[in-house]
C-alpha cells in the first residue's frame, strides 16, 4: 500500500506540472505572444497523458487497498473458524464444571460440620451442661460449655459455617481464598477470661467486679458498709463458677 499511495502521488504531480505548463502556453497566447500549434498540442497532449495516468494509478491504488481489505478479512475469518472448531468452549465448560462441583464439596463439608456440632450441642444440652462462668467453661460440666449453636471445650470452640459458605465461594472465586477460609473457619479459639483485679459484693447480694483502681465513690461505699471487698480466693471461686 505504501508503493501504491507513492505512485499515486508522483502520478498525481506529473500531473499538476503538465496541467501548469499547459495553463502557462494558453496564457501566453492570449497575451500576444508567439507559441507554436505543434509545441501546444504536445503540452495538452502531456497533460491527458498525465491526468490519465493518475487516474489509472488512483484507481489501481484503491483497488489494492480493496483487495488487501478483502484478504485481512478473509484471514479472520479463517481464525473465526479455526477457534470455532478448537476445544476451547469445551474446556472453559469443563473449568466451570470444575468449579461447580468444587463449590459443592464446600457446602457438603460445612454441612456436615454443622451437622456433626449440632449433635454435639444437643449431647451437651441432654447431659444438663451447665452455663460458662466468667473464666471459661465449668470444671463440674467437664470444661464444656454451650453458646447458642456453639460448643466449647476448655479454649477451642466449634461453630456452624454453613449460613456463611455462599459468601466465602464468593471470595473463593474473586481469588481471595484467605478471606474464603477466615469466614468459614470451623474452630475457633476463645479469648483468655480477664481476672478482675477486685470483685465487690452488694447489700443486695449482687456481685460487681472491677477492673483497675477503685474510685472515690466505691472506696466511700466500702467505708460505708454498701459494698464489700472479697478475698482473691473468692475471686478465683468466681472465675470457675464457684461463686454467686
Not at 29 to 44: K, M
Not at 48 to 54: F, G, I, K, T, V
Not at 131 to 150: F, I, L, M, N
Request: glycine share 8%.
Amino acid at each position: 500500500m505504501a508503493t501504491a499511495a507513492g505512485s499515486v502521488s508522483a502520478a498525481q504531480d506529473t500531473a499538476a506540472q503538465a496541467r501548469i505548463e499547459v495553463r502557462k502556453a494558453e496564457t501566453k497566447l492570449a497575451a500576444g505572444g508567439s507559441v507554436g500549434f505543434e509545441a501546444l498540442h504536445r503540452l495538452r497532449d502531456r497533460w491527458r497523458h498525465a491526468d490519465l495516468a493518475a487516474r489509472g494509478a488512483q484507481a489501481r491504488a484503491e483497488s489494492e487497498r480493496t483487495q488487501a481489505r478483502l484478504d485481512g478479512l478473509t484471514a479472520v475469518g479463517a481464525e473465526v473458524d479455526k477457534m470455532a472448531a478448537s476445544t476451547a468452549a469445551n474446556t472453559l465448560a469443563k473449568a466451570l464444571e470444575d468449579v461447580a462441583t468444587a463449590c459443592a464439596r464446600v457446602r457438603a463439608l460445612a454441612d456436615e460440620h454443622d451437622v456433626q456440632v449440632a449433635a454435639l450441642v444437643a449431647a451437651a444440652v441432654d447431659l444438663q451442661v451447665e452455663a460458662k462462668a466468667p473464666g471459661g467453661p465449668r470444671a463440674t460440666s467437664g470444661h464444656v460449655a454451650v453458646e447458642g449453636r456453639s460448643v466449647q471445650h476448655k479454649a477451642m470452640v466449634l461453630v456452624p459455617v454453613l449460613d456463611r459458605a455462599e459468601q466465602a465461594l464468593q471470595f473463593a472465586v474473586a481469588g481471595d481464598v484467605q478471606r474464603a477460609a477466615h469466614l468459614v473457619r470451623p474452630v475457633v479459639e476463645a479469648p483468655a477470661a480477664k481476672r478482675p483485679d477486685h470483685l465487690l459484693r452488694g447489700n443486695n447480694g449482687v456481685l460487681h467486679p472491677i477492673e483497675g483502681d477503685l474510685n472515690s465513690g466505691m472506696q466511700a461505699h466500702i467505708r460505708s458498709g454498701g459494698l464489700v471487698p472479697l478475698s482473691e480466693v473468692d475471686i478465683d471461686r468466681w472465675m470457675a463458677g464457684e461463686l454467686a
